[in-house]
């Protein structure tokens, strides 16, 4: 009797069956096993999205924080929170704010929800400061959400001013010499330049003027002689800055000389800044120690109340104090004042160009009419806390 032989290609069909089955047994019982949680911060979104504050002074934000999670698989209850809030300049953190925010949050399988965190974040005068000087667009504020999962940012555009439309207005100038002091003692005939570092909000033309004080004027009762007029046109989405180089300083006469840069529109300058110097004849080798300085002593701490005080020295026309990093000749502040004057102040403009917690050498100079030096007083230490 014959055996039966099956077709090889029946036997590739049964192999091929059996396969299909045991694949769809492991997907059934795949389904059936329980899978981790995966939870997820699918967005956080703020409002609002961007917000301006003062200029000057210190002020508070109020944000909404809006959170929205997203559950995959398995109900869940887990926590989700913030530990604080990061003031970035050009992404730089330079402030820490607010602190935890915090909620407890349920969902069933394929479910969402978005919840809503509000805050008032306080922003101090130094930092509207920083927000001020800083480019337009370069300050945000921004807070990581995490559920213990994976985390979310939200962010808020800063921007210092009423807004990123309107009239341009100006709110800082910052006046300083070629050298990048405040105060300088220029021989006659030299020459020298002022710059003015403007800050301003928004676009349109800038109108504003050098003015100068020369010594035939009356300090009291004039604003100046316009030295030039500037007529520029400034444009910024919000926070912009430009610089404006005076013309040649006069310096064909001895004496005191002072100089600003006047605009319209500086609704956030309370004070103009104003630049001194003065103008002698020569030079001469400063006479050591003979000038004695009465205060501040040696080491003390200085503010805007320190009084710089001492002793006259005939034929004096004008002293000069001077403050340099320890050890250093660059001046970093100081003040001129005309020789019938024996003590001063440092206006807070002055004082700002001192770091705090850090400590200086300072000195006296006195000049006579010829532009010589005839005092001089030893270097002693002073300390800005």
Not at 354 to 376: N, Q, T
Request: charge should be positive; glycine fraction near 8%; aromatic fraction near 6%.
């Amino acid at each position: 009797m014959k055996q039966s032989i099956k077709p090889t290609w029946c036997y590739a069909l049964r192999r091929h069956s059996r396969l299909i089955i045991k694949a769809a047994l492991l997907l059934i019982v795949g389904l059936a096993l329980p899978l981790t949680a995966q939870a997820n911060v699918s967005s956080v979104n703020v409002s609002p999205a961007r917000v301006n504050v003062p200029v000057k002074g210190a002020s508070s934000l109020s944000i909404t924080w809006n959170v929205t999670r997203f559950e995959p698989t398995a109900p869940a209850t887990v926590p989700v929170s913030s530990q604080n809030a990061l003031l970035q300049i050009n992404g730089v953190t330079v402030a820490t704010l607010g602190g935890t925010l915090f909620k407890q949050s349920t969902l069933a399988p394929l479910a969402s929800e978005t919840l809503r965190f509000s805050e008032v974040l306080p922003i101090s005068a130094a930092l509207a400061r920083k927000i001020a000087e800083a480019p337009a667009g370069s300050v945000l504020i921004s807070r990581a959400f995490t559920d213990t999962q994976l985390a979310g940012v939200g962010r808020v555009r800063i921007f210092a001013g009423a807004g990123t439309s309107g009239e341009l207005s100006i709110n800082r100038i910052d006046l300083h010499f070629e050298n990048d002091s405040r105060t300088d003692v220029i021989p006659k005939g030299d020459s020298r330049r002022a710059i003015a570092d403007i800050n301003f909000r928004s676009s349109g033309v800038l109108r504003g003027e050098w003015r100068i004080i020369d010594p035939t004027a009356s300090l009291g009762s004039a604003r100046g002689r316009v030295l030039q007029v500037v007529r520029q046109q400034l444009v910024s989405s919000g926070q912009g800055r430009t610089r404006i180089i005076s013309p040649v300083l006069p310096t064909t006469k001895n004496g005191l000389y002072l100089i600003t840069f006047s605009v319209e529109n500086a609704d956030g300058i309370s004070e103009l800044p104003v630049l001194k110097y003065f103008v002698l004849e020569g030079a001469g080798n400063a006479p050591e120690d003979n000038l004695s300085a009465l205060s501040p002593g040696n080491g003390a701490r200085i503010t805007a109340n320190t009084i710089f005080s001492w002793e006259n020295i005939p034929g004096a026309l004008a002293y000069q104090v001077e403050i340099f990093q320890p050890g250093g000749t660059k001046i970093i502040s100081g003040k001129v004042v005309p020789g019938n004057e024996l003590k001063l102040q440092l206006s807070e403009f002055s004082l700002s160009n001192l770091a705090s917690g850090e400590s200086y050498d300072w000195r006296l100079r006195a000049f006579d009419k010829k532009g010589h030096v005839i005092g001089s007083s030893p270097r002693q230490l002073i300390y800005k806390p």
